[in-house]
């Protein structure tokens, strides 16, 4: 039973454009989430995360979106550039008395920025 | 760089066969965390450690162990080695002393298992 989906295997957007990432979960006892960007023959790298009792967060060009009654996120990268383009990993846990980064992963979404 | 350093980057052993992952943290952090992420997978979590203690565990198989040394290595042992268990293994560290709760995971490049 997958607990965190992302089920969009890739997307494709031109460069400037909005690329828009969704994520949806099942456990409504995760609490943190977290998206990360991941290149070919590298580790996953963290880009940006939200507590749940935020419904916002934003960074530069990232900005993360948590609506917690749908259990949906979503990250908007805008504008998108074509080293934008990676796999983007969705994440969550949940506070559990120190296994707090016991993180669920999405299968992640290959998201492709086009010149 | 992430910081988190992984040996080896591409491992190939036949099936039955034993082998181990190595993995240094970040410096200063505590944390150690073991990830799988097999074809069309996303990361499955094994294992955690927190100084040299096993602190949480996932779907790690039985065959699998790993450990965490006083220097804060770690190491995961996979023995009796399948087909099935080649894949991306992962490790990550977080948790410097004083750091936030909520820190993030800091990944190494993996180690690319392929088992024949």
């Known amino acids: 039973d997958q607990q965190v989906k992302q089920n969009s295997p890739s997307l494709s957007v031109q460069e400037g454009r909005i690329s828009i990432l969704n994520c949806d979960y099942t456990?409504?006892?995760?609490?943190?989430f977290l998206w990360y960007k991941k290149y070919p023959a590298e580790g996953p790298t963290f880009l940006i995360s939200?507590?749940?009792?935020?419904d916002k967060n934003e960074d530069g060009r990232f900005t993360v979106f948590l609506n917690k009654s749908a259990k949906h996120l979503s990250l908007h990268i805008v504008p998108s550039q074509p080293g934008d383009s990676a796999v983007y990993f969705c994440a969550a846990s949940l506070n559990s008395g120190g296994s707090n980064y016991k993180l669920t992963f999405g299968k992640g979404t290959l998201l492709t920025v086009n010149p | 760089d992430s910081g988190v350093t992984q040996t080896p980057k591409h491992l190939i052993t036949a099936t039955g066969q034993r082998v181990t992952l190595r993995c240094s943290p970040r410096s200063g952090d505590l944390s150690v965390y073991w990830y799988q992420q097999s074809l069309d997978q996303g990361l499955q979590f094994l294992i955690q450690y927190y100084n040299g203690e096993e602190r949480a565990k996932g779907n790690i198989l039985e065959r699998f162990s790993a450990q965490q040394f006083p220097d804060l290595h770690s190491e995961l042992n996979l023995s009796s080695l399948e087909l099935g268990d080649s894949a991306l293994y992962f490790c990550a560290s977080s948790g410097r002393r004083g750091s936030s709760y909520n820190s993030p995971l800091h990944f190494g490049n993996g180690t690319r298992l392929t088992v024949t």
């Open positions: 456990n409504s006892m995760f609490d943190y």
């Open positions: 939200i507590s749940s009792i935020k």
